[in-house]
T-cell receptor, first 113, second 111 residues
Framework: EAQVTQNPRYLITVTGKKLTVTCSQN?????MSWYRQDPGLGLRQIYY???????DKGDVPEGYKVSRKEKRNFPLILESPSPNQTSLYFC????????????FGPGTRLTVT | GQQLNQSPQSMFIQEGEDVSMNCTSS?????WLWYKQDPGEGPVLLIA?????ELTSNGRLTAQFGITRKDSFLNISASIPSDVGIYFC???????????FGKGTKLSVKP
């Protein structure tokens, strides 16, 4: 089944403790991105990657890092999480630039205390 | 930066009623997408629009790409309880092909 998977689905952590949220897609998509969803603010893009080893900042990149060493994986790294990063996070992918039908993962609900 | 204004923010309707929602922008978009997010899930693509004036249907859903390329509309006919969720519009932005999302319309349907 074609899908985007994320792990973990739920995470509660403390301020300053590094964490990684994994994202994987099995559709051979070149383009992947991360969003956060907050009440009243909709979906905001954190980082995106147009292909392996090519990443760039979205609208709200502060406090996040990403890497794209393999085509299928695009982990989101919070080096020193803070309470304002408590949010619902979505990974998404699509085939490549020029193909705009984007598919989302199931989401990761992160709470930072 | 570019903004998408999606309205209404929320709707409470009776089962069987038709629903309309829209997105507008001060900038031109070349592509409009409509997504639905069920509670506890990620957004799922409903309809993609690629040409100004295009009208596309997916079952009871119909979406239109505005002639000015600055707006899009989504209509749901004869709503049912499983239509409950948040509907997002998204427009294509810039040469990198990033999508910018509206803030969503939360739909509640009373049986």
């Amino acid at each position: 089944e074609a899908q985007v998977t994320q792990n973990p689905r739920y995470l509660i952590t403390v301020t300053g403790k590094k964490l990684t949220v994994t994202c994987s897609q099995n559709m051979n998509h070149e383009y992947m991105s991360w969003y956060r969803q907050d009440p009243g603010l909709g979906l905001r893009q954190i980082y995106y990657s147009m292909n392996v080893e090519v990443t760039d900042k979205g609208d709200v990149p502060e406090g996040y890092k990403v890497s794209r060493k393999e085509k299928r994986n695009f982990p989101l790294i919070l080096e020193s999480p803070s309470p304002n990063q408590t949010s619902l996070y979505f990974c998404a992918s699509r085939l490549r630039q020029g193909y705009y039908e984007q598919y989302f993962g199931p989401g990761t609900r992160l709470t930072v205390t | 930066g570019q903004q998408l204004n999606q309205s209404p923010q929320s709707m409470f309707i009776q089962e069987g009623e038709d629903v309309s929602m829209n997105c507008t922008s001060s900038s031109i978009f070349n592509t409009w997408l409509w997504y639905k997010q069920d509670p506890g899930e990620g957004p799922v693509l409903l309809i993609a629009l690629y040409k100004a004036g295009e009208l596309t249907s997916n079952g009871r859903l119909t979406a239109q790409f505005g002639i000015t390329r600055k707006d899009s509309f989504l209509n749901i006919s004869a709503s049912i309880p499983s239509d409950v969720g948040i509907y997002f519009c998204a427009g294509l932005r810039g040469s990198q092909g990033n999508l910018i999302f509206g803030k969503g319309t939360k739909l509640s349907v009373k049986p």
